[in-house]
């Protein structure tokens, strides 16, 4: 039962948060998982997130995304197009996730999308004072945000999957 709580209340809109931070982090991972066998998603319609493929692929666009944040060629994650793919993206988790635990995937679609709403605009705001107010160097910030990432994400899908 605690670990349902923690899934719903902690694990998705945390996902959903980092997703709004670095789009494909989650969902590359979340793939890692399904094909590894820790999220069965097999007999449902998230079957092909489960293939060594997807995962490989989305693994090198996250690979790809931090190597664009870097260089400074990433749009402002605020932008109306760029937000747009960072909620159907945090959707898509929330829903595989949904799937994987034989669960309402509505519930997890709104969580997962609303985690990504904040995520967003919180890590676009935090990135904007480090560098602007204390004059951190955007590369630090950004792999910084890597980092906590990637380990929010396994950790979260740690929760999700028992």
Request: proline share 5%.
């Given at each position: 039962?605690?670990?349902?709580?923690?899934?719903?209340?902690?694990?998705?809109?945390?996902?959903?948060?980092?997703?709004?931070?670095?789009?494909?982090?989650?969902?590359?991972?979340?793939?890692?998982?399904?094909?590894?066998?820790?999220?069965?998603?097999?007999d449902s319609w998230a079957w092909w997130c489960a293939k060594l493929?997807?995962?490989?692929?989305?693994?090198?666009?996250?690979?790809?995304?931090?190597?664009?944040?870097?260089?400074?060629?990433?749009?402002?994650?605020?932008?109306?197009?760029?937000?747009?793919?960072?909620?159907?993206?945090?959707?898509?988790?929330?829903?595989?996730?949904?799937?994987?635990?034989?669960?309402?995937?509505?519930?997890?679609?709104?969580?997962?999308?609303?985690?990504?709403?904040?995520?967003?605009?919180?890590?676009?705001?935090?990135?904007?004072?480090?560098?602007?107010?204390?004059?951190?160097?955007?590369?630090?910030?950004t792999l910084t945000e890597d980092?906590?990432?990637?380990?929010?994400?396994?950790?979260?899908?740690?929760?999700?999957?028992?």
């Open positions: 039962m605690a670990l349902e709580v923690l899934t719903w209340l902690l694990a998705i809109p945390l996902l959903g948060f980092i997703t709004g931070m670095r789009t494909m982090t989650p969902m590359a991972a979340l793939c890692w998982f399904a094909y590894l066998g820790y999220l069965p998603v097999q493929p997807v995962a490989i692929v989305l693994t090198v666009l996250a690979i790809l995304e931090y190597a664009a944040d870097k260089l400074s060629l990433s749009p402002r994650p605020t932008r109306p197009a760029v937000l747009m793919v960072r909620f159907f993206v945090g959707g898509l988790v929330g829903a595989i996730l949904a799937s994987g635990l034989n669960a309402s995937g509505v519930e997890g679609v709104i969580l997962s999308i609303l985690g990504a709403l904040v995520g967003a605009f919180a890590a676009y705001q935090l990135r904007h004072q480090l560098t602007h107010r204390i004059g951190c160097k955007m590369w630090q910030v980092l906590f990432a990637i380990a929010c994400t396994i950790i979260c899908l740690g929760i999700v999957t028992g």
